[in-house]
């Protein structure tokens, strides 16, 4: 197709057509496109922006470039939750179980992690024998059996968006918000889900910095969502620290594991609790919120989400016997340091981008999309702000493939933590 005359209304602030859209989108997903054309829409696009029915329209082309599952007649509501990510953000481990047990079905869809935000399916790979590499057909088949799947995108879901994302990303044109909203619908809207809840994330370790750059995003993604047919909510978390008391992928899937036994951080617990009960409340299943957090505590006080945390992973391909004895260790990183400070009072701050660029450095993340991820490093045992604090009290311990790389990390832990003689008033999480 010819680009250029798209590319010069775009530049101009014209709005562009669904049909100018889904031939781009169409042109792109084919290979028809120079990088060098796409590379001057997205920059267009950028500064120009669209309107509601252009992100609509370029929403639904994108889902459309691949395939959409489709699950057969089920008075279980299809449902999914979706976080723009963050340092320790395990809160999908221990969700997706907990709403299978609920009576949802879960098709849930889940990224990798680049820079310092972390990723689901490398947590769930750290999981000796699992594998996130499903098919469609197999994909719904497991959620039909056993009410839950946690799976990565495919070669033919949405590729377009793929594509799109792969040069955005080195084009400088990420923040975009109508790029954002439809990457990150596109791919909701092919799982054939009926609600979605929306986990937008803002503060240090954030990628919207601000609580109102994170609800100008949560506003749009709600506004396009329920237009295509989607109900769905959104909270606004702060990440200016840590999401429970580990940073790292076998860490979190430890902590993601105690949380459904009950021993979960109270901020994990918390935000898996509101994702469950706002869901409840979408799909009709309770009348208000007070119910569902009820009817959700209820049912995480049980067994059952634990059970089927197991069931999910052994449906996957999980090594059962490594992982229960994998779980029962104390570590699986060579070494582990214990970071401790002379300083007294309570704690102010706990830095999450500092926590999680040291956990990238130790191995734990990927400065590019094809390196490797060390499973066992990171830091656990996080001291929270708002805490008492004592002289030689425990800031957390790190976890290194090598002492020398323990050490570099521990100095850098004693430094994303604050201190003050007096308690300060914490933000709330949601």
Sequence with gaps: MDLLPLIEAKRDGQPLSADQLRAIVAAVTAGKIPDYQLAAFLMAVFFRGMNTAETRALTLAMRDSGEVLRFPNDPRPLVDKHSTGGVGDKVSLALAPLLACLGFRVPMISGRGLGITGGTLDKLESIPGLTTQLAPDRLVAQVQSIGVAMGGQTATMVPADKLLYALRDATATVPSLPLITASILSKKLAEGIGALVMDVKFGAAAFMQTREQ???????IVALAGECGVKTRALLTSMDSPLGRSAGNWLEVKEAVRCLEGYGPDDLQQLVVDCAAHLLVLTGKCPEMAAARAAVLQCLAGSAPRTKFDELIAAQGADMESFRRQLALDHTAPVVLEVTTPEEGFITRCDARIVGELVRDLGGGRMTKDARIHADVGVDMLAKPGE???????????????RAEAEAAAVRLRGAFAFADER???TEIV
């Design 214 to 220: 994170a609800r100008e995003l949560a506003q749009a």
């Design 388 to 402: 008492p604090f004592g002289r030689q009290s425990l800031l957390g311990r790190v976890h290194a493939r090598t």
């Design 424 to 426: 300060v008033d914490i």
